[in-house]
């Protein structure tokens, strides 16, 4: 299974490019793939997330499961995460988790999603979002693979 991190931002600090590269590399068949935001001007915010759910929807790998990241999603613990990978691998499906612009995600794109998942209830900046999940997703490939788990 490969799990592809598609982002809304391609432009971010450094610091949350290198952090999740580093979560990122630990995972050989994970990726992140990001997308251009739109350019925020005059625009109702319907209008830019739906722009931007074009973009990420050319982006999703052919039959992957496509898993959004929104607030209203389901919050889950880290040994959850972990579980939602080992089911998400028998199934033998890629898995797409996908995270949106300023706005959030367009209805429709949220629509398609087999799941929702929030980080936290927590308004996080984007660049945080971005490491939080790719740290999240590497302690719990780290906890399928039998490594130890600080919290047991």
């Known amino acids: 299974m490969k799990l592809t991190l598609l982002a809304v931002g391609d432009k971010l600090p450094a610091w949350a490019q290198d952090?999740?590269?580093?979560?990122?590399?630990?995972?050989?068949?994970?990726?992140?793939?990001?997308?251009k935001p739109e350019r925020r001007s005059n625009?109702?915010?319907?209008?830019?997330?739906?722009?931007?759910?074009a973009r990420?929807?050319?982006?999703?790998?052919?039959?992957?499961?496509?898993?959004?990241?929104?607030?209203?999603?389901?919050?889950?613990?880290?040994r959850e995460l972990a579980e939602h990978l080992r089911r998400w691998e028998a199934d033998g499906r890629d898995v797409c988790l996908v995270i949106g612009g300023a706005d959030g995600?367009?209805?429709?794109?949220?629509?398609?999603?087999?799941?929702?998942?929030?980080?936290?209830?927590l308004t996080l900046p984007h660049a945080l979002a971005r490491v939080l999940l790719?740290?999240?997703?590497?302690?719990?490939?780290?906890?399928?693979?039998?490594?130890?788990y600080h919290r047991e």
Request: charged content about 25%; hydrophobic content about 45%; proline content about 6%.
């Open 19 to 35: 952090a999740t590269a580093e979560y990122l590399k630990r995972m050989p068949r994970a990726e992140l793939v990001t997308v």
């Open 43 to 53: 625009q109702p915010a319907d209008t830019l997330k739906a722009a931007e759910a």
């Open 56 to 78: 990420l929807l050319e982006r999703i790998p052919a039959g992957a499961r496509l898993v959004a990241l929104d607030e209203h999603g389901a919050q889950v613990s880290t």
């Open 105 to 121: 995600l367009a209805p429709d794109l949220l629509a398609r999603a087999e799941q929702k998942l929030a980080l936290s209830r």
């Open 134 to 148: 790719a740290e999240q997703l590497y302690r719990a490939v780290s906890l399928n693979a039998g490594h130890p």
